[in-house]
């Protein structure tokens, strides 16, 4: 039976024994820029990054600019010394100094070329520096030493170093580390000239240095191989650094140090190596580039790292390489696997372990050596045919094997041999091995579909069975993890966290409804430990309960977590079925890695992830192993510089020199631009400057002025801003690179659109002047109009004095004339009412003997003529007591009194009836006043009786009913009173005299001619109004008004719609 | 003046129209080895100064990468010379820049004054090294730029000194300008002169050797100087109006001048100095360099500038015709 167990067959184990073949697992990316992309000569000889971030090439044949994409080329027409540039380096102020072929000197200040000599040398210049005392130190190939001084005084040492070529000047400290091709000369140079201070190396041709630590320097020679510098206070010396593999003898022009010790060394014709510098002072190479395996050309001749890590190799007749360094590698088949499905993963030493399917790959990694896979091993079927699900190694030459359904195999590596070391007959679900780890005791601990089992690696039999009944909190374990502290977690579903330290320990779970599904744990390099969810991304648990959780929208590629791991950056790794992410934990930054972006692989493994012994990550896919390549991960603080490429106006190019006398070279950007009010359309173009991955660089801008906040990121390299309205303005972009970090200083551009000229401070100052001077202008000619006008008004005054002073004299003529006449009239209404009033008595008298006589006289014509003469007498009688009437009414005083309508009525009607009047006549009073009437009654007696006399006289016989009808009603403060008869009424022709004095309408009226002419006279003076309308034969109506004394009589007129004089 | 620059038109489109080798020697030429002693030999042994000069040409329009290769640059394996022990040193430099060529010193038949005049290119001194016995050594990649642009000559200019600094021994080799750094790939419309030529003649007799001087239009007469020649064979000159003219050659370790007159017909062309050896000689190095009427210098082009002359008789006689003289 165990003969049975023990597998006979020892499958076909294949020794495979390569010697220093590196293989061709996708090695690296190589990008090339030649003649095509637009550099200006494919021979490079030197390679400089300026302040802004864009790469300087020199050529033989100009200097290129290029910023990721593209190149733009300069000459002596743009300010160049010479078209052949040989050397360059930055200053400590940002300035950049090119060297050329005949000793010229160009410095670019980042704005602009200037030539600093056409022939500071009369040999090319080599190399340039710059000390700690900010002087610029020039090695020429045959022309000695230049010193530059700050204030650009030109020290020329010609014999210095003669008859011998210069390849490389450094500076340190005192100190010029010169590299000259007969040996290494360390000039001093604290005194004004500079001496030789020591001579190395005699007789070698030193071609780079190199500084490696503060006071040490790796010096590189043409056929001697590499040396080591030291320079200290009390002695200079060097010495010989091994290399295991063999430099000597090879021209080495290229000494570039990278991170982590790592130093790039070039032979020229064999392209390039890098080579890692060991603590015991040796230089392993751990990866070689040059044709054969993606170079284009194996002549580096110079040779750049940019502050991104990016590898830049100028070639010789082949432009710029761009050497993008995978920080992935996928092996499969070709490197030894035995299949693409990588299920299982893990390292020993330096032996790393893959399982294929049920086989198992084991190779011996070298140190420093990431791509060297040619030592390995291969063990197939070793697991009686099920399939693997997990492997350990917990002493060497042995593998434990967890299988999907056949339990627990253990791998003999020395001979090959596996046998079925745990297998429980009667429990399927101990034999299903979800995974297997081991403590720091060396014990195995196995995750099964039935609990956990601990075994002691030398027993198959069980040490411990943990199951629910023993306090775990699922009996489906799907893995173990082990801690620093050597406590076990154990990863299940749909329940809490549960690790074992001597006794099972559980934790609730963070979600209430539910709990964690739980796939994978792993610990930080704090001590922190992190859970892998299926469905809920990751946690944090620092030992107590869950302090942080991240999920697909903090950036996680998935929620669904299959495996977990830390690297030694302290990065954490998840793995899902669709990618990886890297999780900076530090900064909270997420990198999701997929097949979509360009990533190696799709479909990470279940729990399959190692470390091997250089602290790279290798994770098992099924398409292949893949492996995180740490040391070539370069930490990125700070993300890249953007430029401005151009700015356009309304879409269109535009000569910026019509705005700006001050221009950046590059791209042409005017400074202290202003612009009119009218050229506001703006689109920005710019560059995120990356040499390796320029098409994964994202963006966001912000027009302060214009819009508050930062626009949201984008990929797109312009944004535009159309009508901008006048004011100050500064455009800000930032970029980010792929990983995410985003510059933390922005570039700006600073412009101004201008106000129209309508809203400038000038032309209100200009419109306030005009209308200022205009209401001068205004106020003056206002002004004289006015003195003129006054001056008119002046004269005209004095002709209207004149005038006033004629009327006042007309006037007062005028005044005397009429005191004169109304005086006249007093004495003549005073003469009629004397002599009126006087008539009357002897009147009386006459008219008393006339009736007398009458009475006594028979005679019938004595009789006739006394009728006569009393019917005379009775008329003069009437005119006298009407002129009375008159002369009383227009200069007596009114008497005003409370008025009864009814009693002057009354009075007026037996007065009436004291008239011959017809039987037909009716005579019918109509008062409806109900106020209080002031006035004077025998004013009122008189107009009611003349009107009401002449209203009953005048009748018409040919009526049946002779009306006289006599309304008196309220009206406006007053008393309108209506006097109507249906009489014969007036003619036409003779109506507007009948209120003249003495006139009688016929010969035949045996009225005075006054009646009328008084009660004119009366309504006047009440202050009334009088209306007379009349139509022959039907009768005349007259209407009058008479306001109550309490009214003034102007007020009294206002009131009443006719005038005083209407009549119809 | 006109005629300069018809000379310079003439060798222009000569140059723009043959395709020239860059083999120093030339197969045309039919010379052996060139030949570099130390510089403690004895002249007599057939290097006057110890030192050789070439200057290679390369059109304007190439752009790629050029190389120097050497064959046999070491001293001490089988090709060489070897006096008593190898202990010669040669260094090959390469140089171009400004007056690499336009120097007066660069085209002196001498290494006299800045006769390394111009950039050092590069630079590597030999000796005893078994590893480059009958092997040829690349110098480079160069950048065809880095030479001196001579317009005259239609291209840029480099310059390769082999001189031997130490030793008595005769440093036998070969150049090639190639395209290539492992084989030689002529690079297209180039070419190399000198003006003063070291060589060893072939040791078999009868074997022909031919050297080409170019022949301008100030030519009135040249001087043709040969060292150390031994009275080895006979030297004679053909061009398209001579047809062997014989040439004075000089015997052991001393100089000899050869005066000859030049028509207007050689004028623009190359003369074939052709070197017949006719005594069982060997290892016979002599030393060549031409000088016309004023002594200045004649370039001599490895492939002759126009072809390898060939004689035009002056003489043409009718077949069939009978001079009235004789009846």
Redesign the interface.
């Given at each position: 039976m165990i003969r049975f167990l023990f597998i006979t067959f020892f499958g076909v184990f294949i020794f495979l024994f390569f010697t220093n073949s590196l293989l061709n697992a996708q090695q690296f990316n190589i990008k090339n820029y030649n003649?095509n992309e637009g550099i200006a000569?494919?021979?490079v000889y030197t390679i400089a990054q300026g302040k802004l971030g864009r790469l300087w090439v020199g050529t033989?044949?100009g200097l290129s600019s290029f910023d990721g994409v593209k190149f733009q080329n300069y000459s002596t027409k743009d300010g160049l010394a010479e078209n052949?540039v040989t050397s360059s380096f930055r200053d400590i102020d940002g300035n950049i100094w090119f060297g050329h072929?005949?000793g010229g000197l160009t410095i670019y200040d980042n704005n602009k070329f200037k030539v600093f000599s056409k022939s500071i040398a009369q040999?090319?210049i080599s190399s340039i520096c710059q000390d700690d005392y900010k002087n610029i130190w020039i090695g020429t190939?045959?022309d000695g030493i230049v010193k530059i001084n700050p204030s650009s005084k030109i020290d020329h040492y010609k014999d210095l170093i003669s008859n011998t070529?210069i390849n490389k000047i450094h500076a340190y400290q005192h100190y010029l580390i010169v590299a000259t091709?007969d040996g290494l000369k360390i000039l001093e140079n604290k005194t004004l000239k500079p001496t030789i201070q020591k001579s190395l190396l005699d007789y070698i041709s030193i071609t780079n240095i190199a500084p490696l630590s503060t006071d040490k320097f790796l010096i590189a020679t043409q056929d001697e191989g590499i040396f080591q510098l030291n320079i200290s206070k009390d002695s200079i010396y060097t010495e010989e650094i091994y290399s295991e593999s063999s430099i000597k003898g090879l021209d080495i022009n290229i000494l570039f140090p990278d991170f982590d010790n790592i130093f790039w060394i070039g032979t020229y014709?064999q392209g390039i190596s890098k080579f890692k510098y060991t603590p015991d002072q040796k230089l392993i190479k751990i990866a070689q580039y040059n044709t054969s395996n993606g170079l284009t050309n194996n002549?580096i001749k110079s040779f750049f790292i940019d502050k991104d890590g990016d590898v830049i190799m100028g070639t010789?007749?082949n432009g710029i390489e761009v050497l993008i360094d995978p920080i992935f590698t996928l092996y499969g088949k070709k490197e030894g696997l035995l299949s693409a499905n990588a299920n299982a993963v893990t390292s020993y030493g330096n032996a790393l372990f893959i399982a294929n399917d049920n086989s198992v790959v084991k190779f011996i990694l070298k140190k420093y050596k990431l791509n060297d896979l040619s030592e390995k091993s291969q063990y197939i079927n070793v697991v009686g045919g099920a399939k693997i699900t997990s492997i350990i190694s917990i002493e060497e030459d042995v593998l434990f094997i967890g299988t999907d359904n056949n339990g627990i195999w253990k791998l003999n590596l020395a001979n090959g041999a596996s046998e079925r070391w745990f297998y429980s007959p009667t429990n399927t679900l101990a034999n299903k091995i979800n995974h297997l780890n081991k403590d720091k005791k060396n014990q195995l601990w196995v995750a099964t579909e039935d609990g956990v089992f601990l075994f002691n690696s030398s027993s198959s039999k069980p040490i411990n069975h943990l199951t629910m009944e023993s306090g775990l909190l699922h009996n489906n374990i799907f893995s173990v993890f082990i801690d620093s502290r050597n406590t076990a977690w154990f990863a299940t579903h749909g329940s809490g966290i549960s690790n074992y330290n001597n006794k099972i320990n559980t934790f609730p779970s963070p979600n209430e409804s539910s709990g964690l599904e739980i796939n994978a744990f792993t610990e930080d390099r704090k001590g922190n430990i992190w859970i892998g969810t299926y469905g809920q991304g990751i946690y944090k648990f620092d030992g107590k309960k869950v302090v942080k959780k991240y999920n697909q929208s903090n950036g996680l590629g998935s929620n669904y977590c299959y495996l977990i791991n830390c690297d030694k950056n302290n990065n954490l790794w998840v793995g899902h079925k669709n990618g990886l992410t890297k999780c900076d934990i530090n900064n909270e930054n997420f990198v999701f890695y997929q097949k979509k972006d360009d990533f190696l692989v799709d479909e990470i493994i279940n729990n399959a992830s190692t470390e091997d012994f250089d602290g790279n990550l290798w994770f098992g896919s099924s398409e292949g192993l893949l492996r995180y390549n740490l040391n070539v991960d370069k930490p990125k603080k700070t993300g890249p510089s953007v430029i401005i490429t151009s700015i356009e106006l309304y879409f269109q190019k535009v000569d910026w020199k019509k705005y700006s006398n001050q221009l950046y070279t590059l791209a042409q950007i005017p400074l202290n631009l202003e612009l009119p009010y009218d050229k506001n359309h703006f689109t920005f173009h710019v560059r995120g400057i990356s040499f390796s991955e320029p098409d994964k660089i994202k963006y966001k801008y912000k027009l302060e002025g214009f819009q508050k906040d930062w626009s949201l990121e984008t990929k797109e390299d312009f944004v535009t801003y159309p009508n901008i309205p006048p004011g100050k303005y500064i455009f800000k972009v930032v970029a980010a690179n792929k990983e995410g970090i985003w510059q933390e200083v922005p570039m700006q551009f600073e412009f101004i659109i201008l106000n129209p000229f309508w809203k400038t401070w000038w032309f209100y100052l200009i419109t306030f002047l005009f209308v200022l001077l205009l209401f001068v202008l205004i106020l003056k000619f206002r002004t004289r109009a006015l003195e003129r006008e006054q001056k008119i008004l002046q004269e005209e005054k004095i002709k209207l004095l004149a005038e006033i002073t004629d009327r006042k004299r007309a006037e007062r003529k005028l005044k005397e004339s009429e005191d004169r006449l109304k005086e006249t009239n007093k004495e003549l209404n005073t003469f009629i009412y004397r002599a009126s009033h006087d008539l009357k008595g002897p009147l009386s008298t006459v008219k008393g003997l006339t009736n007398l006589g009458q009475m006594e006289i028979k005679d019938e014509a004595s009789l006739k003529y006394f009728g006569l003469i009393s019917d005379r007498i009775n008329r003069l009688d009437f005119i006298l007591k009407d002129l009375i009437n008159i002369v009383e009414i227009t200069e007596v005083v009114l008497q005003i009194e409370a008025i009864n309508f009814n009693e002057i009525l009354a009075e007026i009607k037996e007065e009436i009836h004291k008239i011959e009047l017809p039987k037909a006549l009716r005579l019918r009073f109509n008062i409806e006043y109900k106020n209080l009437f002031m006035g004077d009654k025998r004013a009122l007696y008189s107009v009611l009786l003349n009107l009401l006399d002449n209203a009953v006289r005048y009748y018409n016989n040919d009526k049946t009913d002779i009306l006289v009808i006599v309304d008196i009603a309220d009206y406006k403060n007053g008393v309108l009173i209506m006097i109507s008869d249906n009489g014969i009424g007036i003619p036409t022709e003779i109506k507007s005299r009948v209120f003249d004095m003495f006139f009688r309408g016929t010969d035949q009226s045996k009225g005075s001619g006054l009646g009328l002419y008084l009660v004119k006279k009366i309504v006047n003076r009440l202050g009334g109004k009088i209306k007379l309308t009349s139509l022959p034969k039907q009768g005349t109506q007259i209407e009058l008004f008479i306001p109550s004394y309490n009214e003034s009589i102007e007020d009294a007129h206002e009131k009443i719609n006719y005038p005083i004089t209407s009549m119809e | 003046m006109q005629k300069k620059i018809i000379f310079l038109l003439v060798i222009a489109s000569i140059l723009n129209h043959n395709l020239f080798s860059q083999a120093v020697p030339s197969s045309e030429e039919n010379i052996p080895y060139l030949v570099t002693f130390g510089n403690n030999s004895k002249t007599s042994w057939g290097d006057d100064d110890f030192a050789q000069t070439f200057f290679f040409i390369i059109p304007k329009d190439m752009k790629k990468p050029i190389f120097l290769r050497v064959f046999d640059p070491e001293t001490g394996g089988t090709i060489d010379e070897i006096k008593e022990l190898p202990d010669t040193k040669t260094t090959i430099s390469i140089y171009g820049g400004q007056g690499a060529y336009t120097h007066l010193d660069a085209q002196k038949e001498q290494p006299i004054g800045n006769f390394k005049s111009g950039i050092e290119l590069a630079k590597k001194t030999f000796s005893n090294q078994p590893e480059y016995n009958e092997q040829w050594y690349t110098f480079g990649p160069f950048n065809p730029t880095e030479g001196e642009l001579v317009n005259e000559l239609g291209g840029y200019v480099i310059k390769v000194i082999i001189q031997g600094i130490s030793g008595n021994d005769g440093n036998l080799y070969k150049l090639f300008l190639s395209q290539e750094q492992n084989s030689n790939i002529k690079v297209e419309g180039a070419n190399s002169l000198t003006y003063e030529y070291t060589f060893r003649l072939n040791d078999k007799p009868g074997s022909i050797s031919h050297i080409y001087p170019f022949i301008n239009e100030d030519v009135v007469s040249i001087k043709i100087h040969t060292f150390d020649y031994d009275n080895d064979g006979i030297a004679r000159i053909i061009s398209v109006d001579k047809r062997y003219e014989p040439v004075q050659v000089s015997g052991d370790n001393e100089w000899m001048a050869s005066l000859h007159k030049i028509s207007d017909k050689e004028h623009r062309t190359s003369l074939d100095i052709q070197m017949i050896k006719t005594n069982p000689i060997n290892d016979n190095n002599i030393v060549f360099y031409i000088t016309n009427q004023y002594d200045k210098l004649l370039p001599f082009y490895t492939s002759p500038l126009g072809g390898a002359p060939k004689y035009k008789p002056t003489i043409g006689v009718k077949p069939g015709l009978k001079s009235t003289q004789q009846k």
């Open positions: 003649i000569q494919p021979y033989g044949d052949f072929y005949e040999s090319p190939k045959s070529s091709t014709g002549y010789f007749g | -």
